[in-house]
T-cell receptor
Framework: NAGVMQNPRHLVRRRGQEARLRCSPM?????VYWYRQLPEEGLKFMVY????????ESGMPKERFSAEFPKEGPSILRIQQVVRGDSAAYFC??????????????FGEGSRLTVL | GENVEQHPSTLSVQEGDSAVIKCTYS??????FPWYKQELGKRPQLIID?????GEKKDQRIAVTLNKTAKHFSLHITETQPEDSAVYFC???????????FGKGTMLLVSP
């Protein structure tokens, strides 16, 4: 059973470009979470999705950031018009259906975005 | 929303010593408290968790204690080994559709 798969692992973008980060949850998992990690900071919650639904996006910046988890295919975190402050590691995590928010999150290896 | 504070931010111990990391949380409705370990450049991985209906849980050299009245919980690692060196994150959740709120992490360095 493959773990949570994220790609790309490393992404370099120039200011103003778009970044797309992809996440395939573990097989059988229907809940996907995106977290951002800045140097010397913890994991900051961004968004929680289930298939075709955004459950909680309270951690998403109001502009330039969007996320989706379509019926088919991976979840995508999209950052438009990137700025240097967007440079961070973006972690995706998944959990199985029926979990009530009090169970293990399985994290991917992260996507490290560098904005030049 | 939930706010989780974690201390210390860095902790250096000698191999064989014990290490204690402490966290406080703000939401009295939180009922799930996991601890994650993240090695350099790797993914965070769950090492132990505790729910609000118990006060202590042990798994070999690691243990977690929870004081719901004071709203704090702690991670205890005994007989530390160099491979315990990593960043440790505490987190809290109230369940349902709520998500995990993480502390800022503690970098543990175990010197041989």
């Amino acid at each position: 059973n493959a773990g949570v798969m994220q790609n790309p692992r490393h992404l370099v973008r120039r200011r103003g470009q778009e970044a797309r980060l992809r996440c395939s949850p573990m097989k059988g998992h229907s809940h996907v979470y995106w977290y951002r990690q800045l140097p010397e900071e913890g994991l900051k919650f961004m968004v929680y999705l289930q298939k075709e639904n955004i459950i909680d996006e309270s951690g998403m910046p109001k502009e330039r950031f969007s996320a989706e988890f379509p019926k088919e295919g991976p979840s995508i975190l999209r950052i438009q018009q990137v700025v240097r402050g967007d440079s961070a590691a973006y972690f995706c995590a998944s959990s199985p259906p029926g979990q009530d928010g009090t169970g293990e999150l399985f994290f991917g290896e992260g996507s490290r975005l560098t904005v030049l | 929303g939930e706010n989780v504070e974690q201390h210390p931010s860095t902790l250096s111990v000698q191999e064989g010593d014990s290490a204690v990391i402490k966290c406080t949380y703000s939401d009295s409705a939180s009922n799930y408290f996991p601890w994650y370990k993240q090695e350099l450049g790797k993914r965070p991985q769950l090492i132990i968790d505790i729910r609000s209906n118990v006060g202590e849980k042990k798994d070999q050299r690691i243990a977690v204690t929870l004081n719901k009245t004071a709203k704090h919980f702690s991670l205890h690692i005994t007989e530390t080994q160099p491979e315990d060196s990593a960043v440790y994150f505490c987190a809290a959740s109230r369940g349902g559709y709520s998500t995990l709120t993480f502390g800022k992490g503690t970098m543990l360095l175990v010197s041989p």
